[in-house]
């Protein structure tokens, strides 16, 4: 069947007439609009109008303390519907709107005004419910992210008071996998996921506390000079008040790094002074033993050159007055064990069920005690036993070094640990101490040389070294050590001689008369020299506890003189050159040294009575101020005549001194 063709449908134009190209006629325009309805297309148009549903809940006061009113469940699918179906334009736009919000800067102290209220109200939501707000220690850490130095130094104070409070006094240990698929409690489980977020949130803490700490010192930027010392002011605080709690040793370690500079700061003596009061309040000796291992690796580390109030920290430590073993570098002699062993008892009966209540009991004990982080008194014997041995190890090696500037500190600490000195150890300890003295006595000799002093450069300054002081310091500890143990036996056992230190202290006598600076410490102002306009007001190096060369002295002679098992000729010699070194001393050092003759005249005052009277002279000859040795020195063929030329000394104590001694002399006759 044949389909039929569409017509062409044909264009009609309407017919050209010469009035097409004239101009409309609108002159009876406005006539003509005034009757139409331009408004009834859009009126009959169908529009949505918005449905405005009226709330019918109460409302409700939020975590934050602000009153809200909550919308009914139709608005809120609604404005989710149309968040989904909005278009894409709407976005986008809202996109731009908020960059162009954000790129608006806001001013520093807006911007700090507001961290201020924000962290405010973080640290009072954890305060108060910390469990329930662990997310605030990610918001705290955001915060702190910020450029402004201000709001950084804010958020790592703010971490430090939320952790303080809600730390807890036990430490926490990761979780195992067998920990992890046990079946627990509601409460339980909830109390393992907050520890584990704590401890997870401390820990980035403590790195950005360690990063944050690397600039202290740095005089090239000031901000970041300031975020160092409050970053090293959280690490003391948090120290001392959480040192049982998990990462105690890179707390440690950001005070440790921080020693290691030359730079004696601010945050240099915060450092210092903390690890003292952490090894003076220690209880268990675990803080005391990771603190002593990282400062004695610093110091190998650093080859020896740090600064001497550093090896001072060992004198802080406990066990100084707990510890009662006795050991050296290389073991610790236990107590007798005769003293700690418990009575035999007569074995009783008991049934296998009441043994494992027994047993059970000791598991619930120790669990208790491991809970309230009680530490035994063998466990912290044994960890005081360990920290003993590094502190030995550290000494001995600056011994054998002889570093110029510690060789003080190291004396010093071992005539503190005298008494918890192995007495095996103290052949070797004494030579090294001889030798000490030799170099010493070397160096004295040879300090007016001009050939031997080399110019002082201010990148390598030659460290201030006294000879005498070495050998006070040397002397005082050899008699230390023995008076810490039996002198005695421990002198017979071990054949110990120690009149190489005795003859040394009397050959120095008239130097330590003469030396200017016997009463002055450490830290006394010298005044310039007169003789010398370049000079200026200095101070000497500082030394060991600021104890003064008179000081030190008087402890030697003590150590010499008084116990009452020493020769005459010994005692008389040394009353003769002391009363020869009162002459030259300041009044305070005379008057010591007086007091000191009159101890020593109440011990031994028949040996030495004829010193002081003229007429029972044992000795035959001269007596030889100058001659070194001791014995040979002819005392009792001299006497004691500067006793006249001391009564008339200046100072009334002295006077009263020596009629005490002349006083106490004829008595004894």
């Not at 001995?396 to 150890?425: M, S, W």
């Not at 070495?470 to 039996?486: H, K, N, R, V």
């Not at 150590?559 to 030259?584: G, T, W």
Request: charged letters at 30%.
């Amino acid at each position: 069947m044949a389909v039929a063709r569409a017509s062409k449908r044909r264009r009609i134009s309407p017919p050209d007439s010469p009035s097409s190209t004239e101009p409309l006629n609108y002159d009876g325009l406005a006539s003509r609009a005034s009757g139409w309805n331009l408004e009834q297309q859009y009126e009959q148009r169908p529009r949505e109008q918005k449905k405005v549903s009226e709330s019918t809940r109460l409302p409700i006061k939020t975590a934050e303390g602000r009153i809200e009113r909550l919308a009914s469940p139709e608005s809120e699918q609604e404005t989710v519907k149309s968040s989904f179906g909005s278009d894409g334009e709407d976005a986008s736009d809202t996109q731009e709107t908020e960059v162009e919000e954000r790129s608006v800067e806001m001013p520093i102290r807006q911007q700090v005004i507001e961290a201020k209220e924000e962290l405010a109200r973080i640290g009072t939501l954890l305060g108060e419910t910390p469990e329930e707000h662990i997310g605030g220690f990610r918001k705290i850490a955001e915060i702190g992210a910020s450029p402004n130095p201000t709001v950084k130094q804010l958020a790592l104070a703010t971490q430090l008071a939320v952790y303080k409070d809600i730390i807890p006094g036990y430490r926490i240990r990761p979780l195992g996998e067998l920990d992890s698929s046990e079946k627990v409690s509601k409460e339980v489980r909830k109390l393992r996921s907050f520890e584990q977020a704590l401890v997870t949130n401390y820990q980035n803490y403590i790195k950005e506390v360690a990063k944050c700490a690397k600039s202290s010192g740095d005089s090239s930027s000031e901000d970041r000079a300031s975020i160092a010392t409050v970053a090293i002011s959280c690490a003391c605080t948090l120290l001392l008040a959480v040192p049982h709690f998990n990462f105690r040793s890179e707390l440690i370690k950001i005070l440790v790094d921080k020693l290691s500079t030359r730079n004696r700061d601010g945050d240099f003596t915060k450092c210092l002074e903390t690890l003292e009061k952490l090894f003076r309040e220690d209880d268990d000796g675990n803080p005391s033993l990771d603190g002593v291992t990282q400062l004695s690796k610093l110091i190998k580390a650093r080859d020896y050159r740090i600064d001497e109030s550093v090896l001072n920290t060992f004198l802080h430590l406990r066990l100084l007055s707990e510890f009662s073993s006795r050991g050296s570098q290389n073991r610790i002699d236990k107590t007798d064990s005769t003293e700690s062993r418990k009575a035999k008892f007569k074995k009783e009966f008991r049934t296998k069920k009441y043994r494992k209540i027994l047993k059970e009991r000791k598991a619930v004990e120790k669990e208790f005690q491991e809970a309230d982080a009680i530490v035994s008194h063998e466990e912290r014997d044994r960890l005081q036993a360990e920290t003993l041995k590094i502190v030995f190890v550290t000494y001995f090696r600056i011994l054998k070094t002889r570093v110029p500037n510690l060789t003080g500190a190291v004396l010093e600490g071992l005539a503190k640990y005298a008494h918890l000195i192995n007495q095996d150890f103290f052949g070797d300890l004494l030579e090294t101490l001889k030798g000490l003295i030799s170099s010493a006595s070397f160096e004295d000799s040879t300090q007016g040389d001009p050939e031997d002093d080399a110019p002082d450069t201010p990148e390598n300054p030659t460290p201030q070294h006294d000879p005498l002081r070495s050998t006070l310091l040397s002397t005082t500890t050899a008699f230390t050590l023995l008076e810490g143990q039996d002198a005695a036996r421990s002198a017979s056992a071990l054949h110990l001689d120690l009149s190489f230190f005795t003859t040394h202290l009397y050959k120095t006598l008239h130097s330590f008369a003469l030396n200017p600076d016997i009463e002055l410490s450490s830290k006394t102002l010298r005044l310039p020299d007169p003789h010398n306009p370049s000079s200026q007001p200095t101070t000497t190096t500082n030394k060991v506890n600021l104890k003064t060369p008179s000081v030190l002295l008087l402890r030697a002679l003590s150590s010499i003189l008084l116990p009452r098992s020493v020769p005459p000729l010994r005692v008389a010699a040394f009353a003769k050159q002391l009363s020869i070194c009162s002459l030259h001393l300041p009044e305070k050092s005379a008057q010591a040294v007086l007091g000191l003759l009159l101890q020593v005249m109440k011990v031994h005052g028949r040996k030495v009575a004829a010193l002081w009277n003229t007429e029972e002279r044992k000795g035959d000859g001269v007596f030889d101020a100058l001659r070194g040795d001791v014995e040979g020195s002819n005392p009792f063929a001299s006497t004691v005549w500067e006793g006249e030329l001391l009564r008339c000394h200046y100072v009334p104590a002295v006077r009263e001194a020596v009629r005490g001694i002349e006083k106490l002399v004829r008595e004894i006759k």
